[in-house]
């Protein structure tokens, strides 16, 4: 099992940045890809980003390539998402998730977050 608690999120002025972090506990954080997901209002969830479990290998979104960054810190049992030039469209709830990397970027992974909400403003 492991456990993922996401925090960071808040509300923004459109161009402005936020840093949201996932603390995982449990089995060893090292060893799961792990990936950066959204929902908005009335919309399906969607992927944002992954990182695989040495950070050696990242993926986006086309709607947010050159503006989020994913890492991880492996000592910390942190997964972080950088996100730069936010626009109104970013906002949603996201949510960090664990597993297998083929599972983590189709969105069937086995452990998520609550979520933390995320608002820009325009």
């Known amino acids: 099992q492991v456990q993922l608690v996401e925090s960071g999120g808040g509300l923004v002025q459109a161009g402005g940045s936020l840093r949201l972090s996932c603390a995982a506990s449990?089995?060893?954080?090292?060893?799961?890809?792990m990936g950066w997901f959204r929902q908005a209002p009335g919309k399906e969830r969607e992927f944002v980003t992954a990182?695989?479990?040495?950070?050696?290998?990242?993926y986006y979104a086309d709607s947010v390539k050159g503006r989020f960054t994913i890492s991880r810190d492996n000592a910390k049992n942190t997964l972080y998402l950088q996100m730069n030039s936010l626009k109104p469209e970013d906002t949603a709830v996201y949510y960090c998730a664990a597993d297998e990397p083929e599972r983590v970027v189709a969105g069937t992974a086995r452990y998520w977050g609550q979520g933390t909400q995320v608002t820009v403003s325009s």
């Open positions: 449990g089995r060893t954080f090292s060893s799961y890809a």
């Open positions: 990182i695989s479990w040495s950070g050696g290998s990242t």
